[in-house]
């Protein structure tokens, strides 16, 4: 919104910009949409892996995922990494002329307009917003954030998001065929292929979180759901089986 960054910049690290340097090529798109080609292990459950080494054990995240190996090239290959959303926190940081200016970014220009008094960014040990994860909120502020999204990127008259950002956010990754991902956005539940479960709703999307957390955002229905917990017993809980009475309780919006 503020044009620090576009889209389809490029050479967005120090470390990536050398002349030979193929990750040169990793545009802000390639990152938002888990495209960018780089080597990394997002198995929760070792405790090897690079999802578990970065959040747990390296000390600048950004710079642990951005020193991986290219296996791909960009813009080419799908895989989900949470070292990807950890670049970004670091790229943006890079726009800032002073750490104070960047610390303040998301409470100023985000948490306190949408009235998010409980969120809670969370930094690592070189100051970089660890971006993937550890953004804690009350299931209202997460519902919030959803409705930000209904919305358009607007709240009370002020905009907020890029204006088509929301748009740009839903539109599908070309590298993942069954269109489950867009920008840093869900758009399928993936995890109830094959269960005979419907589609929770054919416009929603969705912020998943770790142990099936999730803000569900069903613009038919003018509708954001929250699911906050702790739930690690596989099939316990099912987004889209155990969402969809809720979603079809509401009537179709007339907007």
């Known amino acids: 919104k503020d044009g620090k960054l576009a889209v389809t910049d490029k050479a967005l690290l120090p470390e990536w910009r050398g002349d030979t340097d193929p990750r040169r090529d990793i545009s802000l798109d390639d990152l938002l949409r888990m495209s960018s080609g780089l080597a990394f292990d997002e198995t929760y459950d070792d405790p090897l892996a690079d999802v578990t080494q970065m959040l747990f054990v390296d000390g600048d995240m950004a710079r642990f995922a951005a020193a991986?190996?290219?296996?791909?090239?960009?813009?080419?290959?799908?895989?989900?990494?949470s070292g990807t959303s950890a670049i970004i926190a670091a790229i943006l940081r890079e726009t800032f002329a002073t750490e104070q200016d960047y610390l303040r970014y998301p409470r100023e220009r985000l948490f306190q307009?949408?009235?998010?008094?409980?969120?809670?960014?969370?930094?690592?040990?070189?100051?970089?917003?660890?971006?993937?994860?550890?953004?804690?909120?009350?299931?209202?502020?997460?519902?919030?954030?959803?409705?930000?999204?209904?919305?358009?990127?607007?709240?009370?008259?002020?905009?907020?998001?890029?204006?088509?950002?929301?748009?740009?956010?839903?539109g599908p990754a070309r590298t993942?065929?069954?269109?489950?991902?867009?920008?840093h956005l869900w758009l399928r539940l993936r995890e109830s292929e094959g269960l005979g479960v419907p589609p929770m709703s054919e416009d929603a999307y969705y912020f998943l979180g770790h142990?099936?957390?999730?803000?569900?955002?069903?613009?038919?229905?003018?509708?954001?759901i929250v699911r906050l917990g702790l739930t690690r017993q596989g099939g316990a809980w099912d987004h889209a089986r155990d969402l969809a009475p809720i979603v079809q309780a509401f009537p179709l919006s007339q907007n």
Do not use: C, N
């Open 68 to 81: 991986k190996t290219l296996v791909a090239p960009p813009g080419t290959e799908w895989h989900y990494s």
């Open 113 to 170: 307009p949408l009235g998010m008094r409980s969120a809670v960014l969370e930094l690592d040990a070189a100051g970089t917003f660890v971006g993937s994860s550890f953004l804690y909120a009350s299931a209202r502020d997460f519902a919030r954030l959803g409705l930000l999204f209904l919305q358009d990127g607007m709240w009370q008259g002020q905009r907020l998001l890029p204006e088509d950002w929301v748009v740009y956010s839903r």
């Open 176 to 183: 993942l065929p069954d269109g489950s991902y867009g920008a």
């Open 211 to 224: 142990d099936e957390q999730i803000v569900a955002i069903v613009p038919s229905r003018d509708l954001v």
